[in-house]
């Protein structure tokens, strides 16, 4: 039997003072949110929870590729995030991190932030897709800050974003 998985990085055990979780079962295809992560041109429609916006995304999808995006706060302050793929299994599992740049180069955060893994599992799920989007942090206090930030409303808003947005193109 020859094995067919592509997955190089492996998931470590939950941890829950160190990870924040976000799982739900959509109803569009895998194949649609997996466009909707990867072409920048879809990412700038949903990426950012109203009523922010993502003027700017950039995405070389391949390991060490870089993940960028920039949102914009309703007063016109932005923030440009930028990380780093660690895995691309086309239409199935996208990882992340927030640590390193493109090429694998360690971001600074002496200006704020924290660095994050962010691991997005896409699972068929009848018509649609099940959705989890894991994010680990080195530190409790780094989840706990996340989590205050608003992780799930944030994250689940935004995902709501996405399929309304792909359903309708």
């Known amino acids: 039997m020859t094995s067919t ?31 909707a992560w990867t072409q920048p041109e879809h990412l700038t429609k949903w990426f950012t929870p109203s009523p922010w916006t993502t003027p700017e995304a950039e995405v070389d999808l391949r390991p060490g590729g870089i993940f960028r995006t920039v949102m914009c706060s309703p007063d016109g302050d932005r923030v440009d995030s930028s990380g780093c793929y660690l895995e691309v299994v086309e239409n199935r599992r996208l990882v992340w991190t927030a640590a390193l740049g493109p090429g694998y180069r360690p971001n600074d955060f002496s200006g704020g932030g924290f660095p994050f893994t962010a691991i997005l599992t896409l699972e068929p799920a009848g018509a649609g897709t099940l959705y989890t989007a894991r994010v680990m ?12 930030m608003g992780f799930v409303d944030g994250w689940g808003a935004a995902l709501d974003q996405l399929v309304a947005y792909m359903r309708g193109r």
Request: net charge negative.
């Open 137 to 148: 942090h080195a530190a409790a206090e780094q989840a706990a800050s996340h989590a205050e």
């Open 5 to 35: 998985s592509h997955s190089t990085v492996h998931d470590a055990a939950h941890d829950s003072q160190l990870d924040l979780r976000l799982q739900r079962t959509v109803d569009i295809a895998p194949e649609l949110v997996w466009a």
